[in-house]
């Protein structure tokens, strides 16, 4: 019986790789329908002979006491009855089953890698737009912190620790995809500080804020919104640019929002909604379906408002 068993589990083997690894890729491939189906007849034939050539020739000796008659092979050939009632279906039987087996697990497989894939690419798109905070700005404060130090300015160390919060926040906080809200209070406070020191009192800010839970957000979309407002908002308003900013989360549901005066001008309406692009495309990725992103313009002011729906909470 072991043998048999041997014997028999190599040719359901053989006639199972045939099929997972030649008819079906064929057909998955869909060119020529037909010559797969004449594949398929012509290997089944040859599997099943085979087999049957092997029984009556090979283990019957063994497993058989003689004398006993023994069919030559041009009649196992020939006996397309018994080949196929017999031993192609039985065969066969299991390797389609096999077959579909092994091409679910490719699939799954398959499908995983491309999540995978999917998630490095979503990733990788996000530290790039992470990477794209506005340069002028930091070179606008360290121009700003050495026109104070020159001056022995008071505020000159709490501009620097300011600065330093900033950058600590970006570089090494920022790596998860989520991060609590009152950090990002806590960077738009510092920005904002660090903004005045560019336009003194000509500028007014207003900043808003109240939180019922520390719930986990995006990092830097708030702080690229408010640096929005800022870049195309006072530094090209000559005048007395106002800026409020407005951020409420109440029972799971977030509000932000973002006024400021501007020049209306085609052209800076243009390059304001430009720089909202990279704001929007990270929405899309971490809250698909689960935001709203809009943006109003009243006549001499342009307004961003975002809600989000957040349910996830950052404490165990």
């Not at 199972?16 to 010559?35: D, E, H, M, T």
Request: with cysteine; charged share 20%.
């Amino acid at each position: 019986m072991l043998i048999e068993n041997i014997f028999y589990v190599f040719f359901y083997m053989l006639a199972s790789y045939f099929v997972a690894y030649f008819i079906i890729p064929k057909l998955l491939r869909g060119k020529n329908y037909l010559l797969v189906i004449l594949y398929f007849i012509a290997g089944g034939y040859i599997i099943s002979a085979f087999l049957r050539i092997a029984v009556v020739h090979v283990l019957e000796p063994i497993v058989r006491t003689p004398p006993f008659n023994q069919e030559s092979i041009f009649e196992i050939l020939t006996d397309i009855h018994v080949l196929f009632t017999v031993y192609f279906l039985q065969n066969f039987s299991l390797a389609w089953i096999f077959g579909f087996i092994k091409l679910l697990k490719d699939q799954y497989l398959v499908k995983q890698r491309t999540l995978l894939l999917e998630k490095e690419k979503t990733e990788s798109e996000l530290k790039i737009l992470k990477a794209q905070l506005n340069p002028h700005f930091l070179f606008n404060t360290l121009n700003n912190i050495y026109s104070l130090s020159l001056v022995n300015s008071p505020i000159t160390s709490k501009s620097i620790a300011g600065l330093s919060e900033i950058l600590d926040h970006i570089l090494y906080r920022c790596n998860d995809i989520y991060v609590p809200i009152s950090t990002e209070i806590a960077l738009l406070k510092n920005y904002i500080g660090l903004e005045k020191l560019r336009y003194d009192d000509r500028l007014m800010v207003n900043f808003t804020h109240y939180i019922d839970d520390d719930k986990p957000i995006a990092p830097l979309i708030l702080l690229s919104i408010v640096e929005n407002a800022f870049k195309h908002g006072a530094s090209e308003d000559i005048g007395k640019p106002i800026i409020n900013i407005d951020l409420k989360l109440i029972k799971n549901d977030f509000h932000f929002r973002v006024s400021n005066t501007f020049l209306s001008k085609k052209e800076q309406i243009g390059n304001n909604k430009i720089g909202l692009d990279n704001i929007r495309r990270q929405l899309e990725m971490i809250y698909p379906g689960n935001h709203q992103f809009n943006i109003v313009i009243e006549e001499s002011t342009f307004i961003t408002t975002l809600t989000i729906k957040l349910i996830e909470s950052i404490n165990p």
